[in-house]
């Protein structure tokens, strides 16, 4: 009879020991899968990545008189970066408990934006400059120009300001940036054609400007659609105040390209 009993007994045991802890695994698991859940989302983002590719019989590099102007697309890169956007919020009842503020703070929720950018944003060109007269060049007065998809295209005088306040001593060269439209406002693909204008290519022994002459070069743009995965973080809900913002997003960089 005790034998009996004893079993009964640890059968119960066994029973109610199967009745505590499994619910309590349960529950566990739900909580990190909910966990995890909020801390790892992955978002795909694109931008169009730009080609220009030279195309017509003048070459990179044109010689007119005493002067050689060489011009190259510069490299563009892809930049990921996260956007943070702020909004006002009601906050919960755990979050205006526990969550020490000031009386005057106000309740926010703070969302990271993945984001993937095209740098530089705008058309930009490496020109050298080399001068072969026996006078000093200067750049004052040329005028540069786009043509783009057959329209001309308004150019921002201070997009080449250093190459035409540009003074070069004679044999020698110096190398400057000029940009453009920006990117945005490309079609897809098309004619893309550079103008220099009016530039002083011979003087006589007086200095007096005695030639000027245009410089053109053709390409060919493209505009090629990346792809990149990169993580969303959870939005972050937070009191704000007088020197108490809600900081920028830190977050990890891309984590695969295509």
Known sequence: MKTKRTIRMLGMAVGIGLIVFVPIGSRADKKKNKQEQAASQITKVSARFPTLTQIGDMGAS??????????????????????????????????????????????????CIPTLKVMPDRIRFQVTVSNQMPRVFHGAGLVVQFNIAGKLVATDEKGYSELANSIIPPRSQQQFEIFGPDLNTLPEQGALSLFFYDVVTNVDNTGTVSEKQNFEWDFQFTGQIKEQEMEIPPPDRVWVGPGRGTGACMVGASLAQR
């Open 62 to 111: 044109q010689a007119k008189s005493g002067i050689t102007i060489a011009v190259a697309p510069v490299e563009y890169k892809l930049t990921t970066f996260y956007e943070s956007r702020v909004q006002r919020v009601n906050p919960k009842f755990k979050e205006a408990l526990l969550q020490a503020h000031q009386p005057n703070d106000i309740f926010v929720e703070r969302t």
